[in-house]
C-alpha cells in the first residue's frame, strides 16, 4: 500500500500521541521529500503540541562504524563506560526527532546498533526521552524491485521494529 504526504502525516500525528511513540520508516524514491517532511512534520508538532523538538539528523551511509551511534568507551576506576553523541544525550534528556537518513544505505554494523534503539528506545542503557520520536527512511523495498538503488533490505527482524511507509509522490500535494 502507498500513502501519500498528508496520509503519512495524519497517522503520523495519531502515533506521536502515544506516551512513547513508534518508530516511523519513510520508503521513497530519492527527491520526493522524504527530509523535507521530517522537518515540517517537526514544526506541525509544536504548533499542534506546543512542544519544540529539534531535528537530529544522522546519515546512516555515512557512519563507518557502530560506534558513530553507541558512542566511545572509556575506562575509568576499572569500569568501562559508554560516552555516547552529545545529540543522543540531548534526545534522552528532551523531546526532539532522532532523523536517521539513508538507513538502508547503512553498514550491517551500524544498522545493528539502532536494533535496542527501535525496539526499546534504549542505546548503551540510555533510554530516550518519552517524547523523542525515531523517524527512519531510505530507497528500498518496493520502490528498488529493478535494483536501481545501492541499498540493503531490511530482514524481518530489523523490518519490524519500525512502522514502516511505502510513499509516493503527489504533484497535486507537493
Not at 58 to 79: K, T
Not at 111 to 137: E, P, W, Y
Request: charged share 25%; with cysteine; hydrophobic share 35%.
Amino acid at each position: 500500500m502507498y500513502y501519500n504526504f498528508e496520509q503519512l502525516t495524519k497517522i503520523a500525528t495519531i502515533i506521536c500521541r502515544k506516551s512513547e511513540p513508534d518508530p516511523i520508516y519513510l520508503r521513497a524514491p530519492h527527491g520526493i521529500g522524504k527530509s523535507w517532511w521530517v522537518e515540517q512534520f517537526a514544526a506541525l508538532l509544536e504548533k499542534e503540541t506546543g512542544v519544540h523538538r529539534s531535528v537530529i539528523s544522522w546519515r546512516a551511509g555515512q557512519m563507518p562504524d557502530a560506534g558513530d551511534v553507541v558512542g566511545l568507551p572509556a575506562l575509568g576506576n576499572g569500569e568501562t563506560k559508554w560516552f555516547p553523541p552529545e545529540e543522543f544525550n540531548r534526545a534522552c534528556r528532551e523531546p526532539c526527532i532522532i532523523f536517521l537518513d539513508e538507513l538502508d544505505r547503512g553498514n550491517q554494523e551500524v544498522r545493528q546498533s539502532f536494533f535496542q534503539l527501535g525496539d526499546s528506545r534504549v542505546l548503551k542503557g540510555k533510554k530516550l526521552h518519552s517524547r523523542t520520536l525515531i523517524i527512519g527512511a531510505g530507497n528500498g523495498g518496493i520502490h528498488n524491485q529493478a535494483n536501481d538503488y545501492q541499498v540493503s533490505s531490511m530482514e524481518p527482524a530489523e523490518q519490524s521494529r519500525w512502522t514502516v511507509f511505502d510513499l509516493e509522490f503527489s504533484k497535486t500535494l507537493w
